[in-house]
């Protein structure tokens, strides 16, 4: 069984600024079954990538995805107020542990 | 617009059993796999359990496996999860989940509201 681990566990920075990250794979998957997703404090998650770099309908382009085999990148180019959440990579019906993306 | 609405959450005791279900609108229900999700209290997503388009496939997550049941009825545009001898650990919201294709791996696109499943006596 796929183990996916998300890195880093809570990452603070400020709006404006760029973060970046991290999903690894305990094996190689496809990049076909990549997925990110964003969810906010109390509601369901949003997917943002699919096929480990097509953005879904209406997110928008300062979320990307990159990555093959085992590691895998969400970047958000500059940060804005609303992009504060929790992100989650999924390969398969596995799911990474998250991160926590804070305001500095 | 794509929706799903779940319902049937609720407090049961220990060794009981709840029938969660999921309303599907918006989209052509039939040709779709559908999934449950749960959330535990602070914790992570963990994939539950899913269906093929058809209701002719199921799988089951190993910690759910012979005391959950998927179902759907595509004539109600609606998926069901029978869950049964209920445990603590089973306490989580539990989100209805649509694939985007009849694929049973690719992404989630739609996700319900979520209903809160709590196991206590």
């Known amino acids: 069984e796929i183990v996916l681990t998300q890195s880093p566990g809570t990452l603070s920075l400020s709006p404006g600024e760029r973060a970046t990250l991290s999903c690894r794979a305990s094996?190689?998957?496809?990049?076909?079954?990549l997925s990110w997703y964003q969810q906010k404090p109390g509601q369901a998650p949003r997917l943002l990538i699919y096929?480990?770099?097509s953005r879904a309908t209406g997110i928008p382009d300062r979320f990307s995805g990159s990555g093959s085999g085992t590691d895998f990148t969400l970047t958000i180019s500059r940060l804005e107020p609303e992009d504060f959440a929790v992100y989650y990579c999924q390969s398969r019906n596995t799911f990474g542990q998250g991160t926590k993306l804070e305001i500095k | 617009e794509e929706q799903l609405l779940e319902s049937g959450g609720g407090l049961i005791q220990p060794g009981g059993s709840l029938r969660l279900s999921c309303a599907a609108s918006g989209f052509t229900f039939s040709s779709y796999v559908m999934s449950w999700v749960r959330q535990a209290p602070g914790k992570g997503l963990e994939w539950v359990s899913g269906i093929s388009a058809s209701g002719g496939n199921t799988n089951y997550a190993d910690s759910v496996k012979g005391r959950f049941t998927i179902s759907r009825d595509n004539s109600k545009n609606t998926v069901y999860l029978q869950m049964n001898s209920l445990r603590a650990e089973d306490t989580a919201v539990y989100y209805c989940?649509?694939?985007?294709?009849?694929?049973?791996?690719?992404?989630?696109?739609?996700w319900g509201q979520g209903t809160l499943v709590t196991v206590s006596s």
């Open positions: 096929g480990a770099s």
């Open positions: 989940a649509k694939r985007r294709s009849n694929s049973w791996y690719v992404e989630i696109d739609y």
């Open positions: 094996q190689s998957v496809s990049s076909s079954y």
